[in-house]
Nanobody
Framework: VQLQASGGGLVQVGGSLRLSCAASGRTFSSIGMGWFRQAPGEEREFVTAINWSGDSKYYADSVKGRFTISRDNAKNTVYLQMDSLKPEDTAVYCC???????????????????WGQGTQVTVSS
């Protein structure tokens, strides 16, 4: 599976961005997808995940109510809508694919089999 993330940029506090992650190389509709982020000097952090059908979504407490994950299996793409952005959301955001996404381990990077390159999100105050 090849993953291509896009949509990052510079936005002011309270603004919005939508990230996209396009997948190719395998039946997209059968795999779970996640987003992680990493700020300079920080460890990689789980943001959100979605199962193969889109029926189950998982969010880190830090983004719950502000971020929304969705997927369009016809377009082989997963989206991350980010609203009410804060300076602490500044990071490189990466999408990842899991052949088997276990609900109890969605936040564990080792559960994901494929990773895309990151896209920078910068929130200015």
């Amino acid at each position: 599976v090849q993953l291509q993330a896009s949509g990052g940029g510079l936005v002011q506090v309270g603004g919005s961005l939508r990230l996209s992650c396009a997948a190719s190389g395998r039946t997209f509709s059968s795999i779970g997808m996640g987003w992680f982020r990493q700020a300079p000097g920080e460890e990689r952090e789980f943001v959100t995940a979605i199962n193969w059908s889109g029926d189950s979504k998982y969010y880190a407490d830090s983004v719950k109510g502000r971020f929304t994950i969705s997927r369009d299996n016809a377009k082989n793409t997963v989206y991350l809508q980010m609203d009410s952005l804060k300076p602490e959301d500044t990071a490189v955001y990466c999408c990842a694919a899991a052949l088997v996404l276990r609900s109890t381990r969605v936040a564990v990077p080792e559960e994901y089999d494929y990773w895309g390159q990151g896209t920078q999100v910068t929130v200015s105050s």
